[in-house]
Structures are given as structure tokens and as C-alpha cells.
């Protein structure tokens, strides 16, 4: 496997098996650069992390988030933009700041929007990501949580004006979706607590939950694991593009 200083920043397309010695130990990630990437200009970046089954496990398990859907349709969409997932080693505090890390490293080495950076992540990716994004809300415009529970804190993503996505199946085998409810009413009272009206805070938080018959419609009868079909919602990803840092 390469060691960071040795990738070339003008490959573009999908780029796997990527490593940056970071201040809390190896990062594994791969990322993605429009075919056409110009150094001229800027482009968003999403910062988005898979679950438990595509974290860091050894060499067998490198770069097998390339192909999840969570990855793979950001990088299909109209707009061209830089697509980042780490394989991480745990969903707590030392994997947030890891994924803080990267998301600087992107942000002082390739030629990015910084009004338009995007976290987004999957069950154990959630656990994570929802801890990045409170600690270093500055960084980002807009977080897409899907199916997991909320570790990080509520009173710094209000006070940075974070717009987040909730999506949760109503009966989540691994989390319940009451971990959602729990996430939607902790940041909303913060939200509130910011002075802000309930139209405000409609632009700025959603929560979706469907019922089974949402997945089963679509032949998903597992419901945590069905929780990624909202990676494949262009709807929901293209709200979380449309945010941005003032």
C-alpha cells in the first residue's frame, strides 16, 4: 500500500488504498476526484463513512468501500465534487478526530469550496460523524446521518447553523428508531434554544422515518441494513449540497 506522500493529487476517478499518518495513527480511505479536476477552481467536499462492515480490518478489507452505495452515488451526480471515506478503526472519539483530520487534509491540499463541505455516514460511520461534525462545526455546511445514533453533541451544531438530515427505519433491528426521535428533539430544542422559529429550523432539520412498507416495496427486508437506500435518494443528497457556509 502507498504511503501518503506518495499518491499524486492529479490522478483522477476513484483512488483506493490511500494511508495518512495522522496524529492518532494511521487513516485508511479512498477518494474520488472528477475526471476534469482543475486546480483553478473549487470544488464541494463530502466526507462520508460507512458502517461496521466496511471499517478497517487489514489488508483484505482495504478499499472495499469503493463500491457502497454511500460512496459511489455522491460521485455519480451532476455536479462535480470530491468524495472522501475512511475505513476507521472504532465509531468514538479517536475516529472523530481522525475524520477531522482528513477533512482538514482535503481542505489544505486539494481545491475545495470551504463553505461547502459535507459529512455524511452510515450506522457505526454515523456514531462518528455525528461526533466530527459537533466538534469542528465550523468545517461543515451540512450533515447526512442514516441509520444511527447520535454521540456527538446538540448546542454546537445549533450554534454553527448545521443542517442535518435524519433517516432512520421506523423498526431499525440494531438501533430503534427512537434514537432518531431522540437526535431530531435534542437538536431542535437546540435550535430553539437559539432563538430560531420553527420555519427556520424546518430548513435546517429533517427527519425521515419510513415504515415497512416503504422498504418493502422496494424488496428490503432488513431494515438497519436498508437504512443505506437513502445514499441512493438524490432528493436527500442534493439538500444536503444545496447548504453552505455563510
Do not use: C
Not at 458502517?51 to 480490518?57: L, V
Not at 445514533?149 to 445549533?158: C, F, H, L, N, T
Amino acid at each position: 500500500m502507498p504511503n501518503e506522500t506518495e499518491k499524486s493529487p492529479e490522478k483522477t476517478g476513484a483512488i483506493a488504498e490511500q494511508i495518512l499518518n495522522g496524529n492518532d495513527g494511521e487513516i485508511h480511505y479512498s477518494y474520488y476526484l472528477p475526471e476534469d479536476y482543475d486546480e483553478s477552481k473549487t470544488y464541494p467536499l463530502v466526507m462520508t463513512m460507512p458502517g461496521y462492515g466496511m471499517m478497517w480490518f487489514g489488508e483484505d478489507s482495504s478499499g472495499s468501500n469503493l463500491e457502497w452505495n454511500g460512496f459511489r452515488v455522491w460521485t455519480g451526480l451532476e455536479e462535480d465534487m470530491i468524495v472522501v471515506s475512511a475505513q476507521l478503526t472504532d465509531w468514538h472519539k479517536t475516529s472523530a478526530r481522525q475524520a477531522i483530520e482528513l477533512t482538514k487534509y482535503f481542505i489544505e491540499n486539494f481545491s475545495v469550496d470551504k463553505s461547502r463541505v459535507y459529512a455524511a455516514g452510515y450506522s457505526a460511520g454515523g456514531e462518528t460523524m455525528s461526533q466530527a461534525v459537533s466538534m469542528r462545526p465550523d468545517l461543515y455546511a451540512a450533515y447526512l446521518h442514516g441509520a444511527s445514533q447520535w454521540d456527538g453533541a446538540y448546542e454546537p451544531i445549533a450554534q454553527n447553523d448545521v443542517a442535518v438530515y435524519i433517516f432512520m427505519a421506523e423498526n431499525d433491528e440494531y438501533y430503534g428508531s427512537e434514537k432518531a426521535r431522540s437526535a431530531y428533539d435534542g437538536l431542535q430544542a437546540a435550535y430553539h434554544e437559539k432563538g430560531y422559529t420553527d420555519k427556520q429550523i424546518g430548513e435546517l432539520l429533517i427527519l425521515e422515518i419510513p415504515n415497512n412498507e416503504y422498504f418493502n416495496s422496494r424488496d428490503i427486508y432488513n431494515y438497519h441494513g436498508g437504512g443505506n437506500i437513502v445514499f441512493d435518494d438524490e432528493t436527500v443528497l442534493n439538500w444536503i449540497l444545496s447548504k453552505s457556509k455563510t
